[in-house]
């Protein structure tokens, strides 16, 4: 089967958008499909992509020459328009995309489509938000299957848009990143645990809080990864704690040995609110972190605030720690029993990393092209 994925933001990014986008288009490739990504063209070309987020099963990557810039106003649309033209000249069998505008178009053309979500449509444009608010565009016969990162992301889709039920299938993130064996072991002979963060600096993921434990837990390492060198410049402005580390964004290629230098991976989200990585809208009732999947599968212990769409994948004191708030006393506090009930915390651990062997691109490609799912 010929697949094309219509996607319009750059590609290779920081944005886990385009890391999960990415990775999908491998899984499908991986599953002995034709797979074309269709892309603006920001971002490296082929060649890099694959070197960039280490892509092994390789699909095609076309970028449209005539949007230079991330397609912002009136090329939004355009874009929408020019990549399913596109995509039809590559005799295209089934269609995915996350754009509801391109969704939008795709009913109109009737063209079979898989349309993934991950959010609601309060950050869509105006005629978006007319178009998916007073006309049930995904009930459409030509969209085969609408992909939900959560339960929020369904209960929303069911609840505000009137969608049938059966028509969602819920899907949450996943990792691209191989740990052949469990390396989750805590080190008594070490003096100091190194704990770290990777992702997005946006405030409302923490990394405000990471700062206030780490001066608060002097007996310990921290390390923050993410940003920009001018984001993470204007972070360590005013912070003269020694035990903290704060570096720029880790390619996805080197991830994996930053995890292995950890001994404890934390998610110290705000329960209220959270911004995606460009900082705009609340998806805390709908996201599926791709972080957690990483850490997952790094085997290590992982630390997170303890929320809904956190709690769809991990339970409290199985395969995760979850806290109930941005407390610096109970972090605090739950970090220095780690070391005092090694053989407990290794357990949970352990728990992790086998609950991560459920979540990988390639299992959830073949879930995601599943259309007997129900």
Not at 120 to 147: G, P
Not at 345 to 356: D, F, Q, R, T
Request: proline content about 2%; charged content about 25%.
């Amino acid at each position: 089967m010929k697949i094309s994925y219509l996607f319009n933001s750059s590609i290779p990014s920081n944005l886990p958008s385009s890391l999960q986008v990415a990775k999908m288009c491998e899984g499908m490739q991986k599953k002995l499909h034709d797979v074309n990504l269709i892309t603006p063209m920001p971002g490296l070309n082929g060649k890099y992509l694959a070197k960039y987020y280490n892509i092994k099963n390789k699909f095609k990557l076309y970028k449209i020459k005539f949007f230079t810039k991330y397609p912002l106003g009136i090329n939004y649309y355009l874009f929408s328009l020019v990549s399913i033209f596109y995509a039809l000249r590559l005799k295209t069998d089934l269609f995915v995309t996350r754009n509801f505008f391109t969704c939008f178009l795709l009913v109109i053309f009737k063209k079979k489509t898989i349309f993934e979500i991950h959010h609601d449509i309060m950050t869509e444009s105006r005629i978006v938000k007319f178009l998916f608010n007073n006309f049930k565009i995904l009930n459409s016969k030509t969209i085969i299957k609408i992909v939900a990162i959560s339960k929020g992301v369904k209960k929303y889709l069911i609840n505000d848009l009137g969608i049938l039920e059966e028509k969602i299938q819920i899907l949450p993130s996943a990792s691209g990143l191989n740990f052949r064996n469990w390396k989750g072991k805590i080190n008594l002979k070490k003096k100091r645990l190194n704990i770290g963060y990777f992702g997005s600096l946006e405030k409302t993921k923490g990394v405000n809080f990471l700062i206030k434990l780490s001066k608060k837990d002097k007996k310990n390492n921290y390390f923050i990864f993410g940003g920009t060198n001018n984001d993470v410049a204007v972070l360590k402005k005013n912070i003269i704690n020694n035990n903290l580390s704060i570096k720029s964004h880790i390619p996805y290629r080197n991830l994996k040995n930053y995890l292995l230098k950890m001994d404890v991976l934390v998610m110290p989200y705000d329960k209220k609110v959270i911004r995606s990585a460009g900082g705009i809208g609340n998806i805390s009732k709908y996201m599926s972190p791709l972080k957690l999947f990483d850490y997952l599968a790094s085997g290590k212990l992982i630390i997170a605030t303890k929320i809904n769409s956190i709690e769809e994948i991990v339970q409290n004191k199985k395969n995760c720690i979850l806290i109930n708030k941005l407390d610096v006393f109970n972090w605090h506090k739950e970090i220095k029993l780690i070391t005092k009930n090694k053989k407990k915390y290794e357990k949970i651990a352990k728990s992790g990393y086998k609950l991560s062997k459920k979540y990988t691109y390639s299992l959830r490609a073949e879930k995601f092209l599943d259309l007997k799912w129900k």
